[in-house]
């Protein structure tokens, strides 16, 4: 098993552009979520999602928006990229509330 | 909206002595959960704990919850250059759909 799969995992922005950064997973769990991680301030909830058609927002959802057509894929699109967004985004994905979450490699985006 | 302190934000330790971080909350907690970053690396899933004062070890690790299920505890023994990296609690809200980390501690171990 591949587990959770990230792509790319190495991006550069110019600001206003507009990207997609891509998770799948292939556990068939039904939670996904999305983070950041910056210096120093761990690891912040931006969306997640608790099954194929529902999402929701987390601590930090504000320039992000998120879909889940599929149980295997959950997408993070950047709607107009921004300096701040400049961090290192991990997708996760869990079985259940009694599981702990399976990590991705991440995604180091860059936005300058 | 569910939020959850850990602390020291930053340990150094010398190789073999003990290490312990602290994850402390104002509300009561369904559930708590462990995971261990490496440098450069992804967060790791250690253990999730559930009930009120109960203990678990994984070798050299014990984990701990508190009898009012507001705080929990992770400790090493024996600290090995392996055990580098950021420790993180995290924590679930009622119903277990959105899980929120702490800000993490950061463990250097000198050889």
């Known amino acids: 098993n591949a587990g959770v799969t990230q792509t790319p995992k190495f991006q550069v922005l110019k600001t206003g552009q507009s990207m997609t950064l891509q998770c799948a997973q292939d556990?068939?769990?039904?939670?996904m979520s999305w983070y950041r991680q910056d210096p120093g301030m761990g690891l912040r909830l931006i969306h997640y999602?608790?099954?194929?058609?529902?999402?929701d927002q987390g601590e930090v959802p504000n320039g992000y928006n998120v879909s889940r057509s599929t149980t295997e894929d959950f997408p993070l699109r950047l709607l107009s990229a921004a300096p701040s967004q400049t961090s290192v985004y991990f997708c996760?994905?869990?079985?259940?509330?009694?599981?702990?979450?399976?990590f991705g490699s991440g995604t180091r985006l860059t936005v300058v | 909206g569910q939020q959850v302190m850990q602390i020291p934000q930053y340990q150094h330790v010398q190789e073999g002595e003990d290490f312990t971080t602290y994850c402390n909350s104002s509300?009561?907690?369904?559930?708590i959960q462990w995971y261990k970053q490496r440098p450069g690396g992804h967060p790791v899933f250690l253990i999730q704990?559930?009930?009120?004062?109960e203990v678990k070890k994984q070798k050299r690790l014990t984990f701990q919850f508190g009898e009012a299920k507001k705080n929990s505890s992770l400790h090493i023994t024996a600290t090995q250059t392996t055990d580098v990296g950021t420790y993180f609690c995290?924590?679930?809200?009622?119903?277990?759909?959105?899980?929120?980390f702490g800000a993490g501690t950061r463990l250097f171990v000198k050889a």
């Open positions: 996760a994905s869990s079985q259940g509330t009694a599981y702990g979450y399976t």
């Open positions: 556990m068939n769990h039904e939670y």
């Open positions: 999602s608790v099954g194929a058609g529902i999402t």
């Open positions: 509300t009561t907690l369904s559930n």
């Open positions: 704990l559930v009930k009120s004062g």
């Open positions: 995290a924590v679930g809200n009622t119903g277990g759909f959105k899980t929120i």
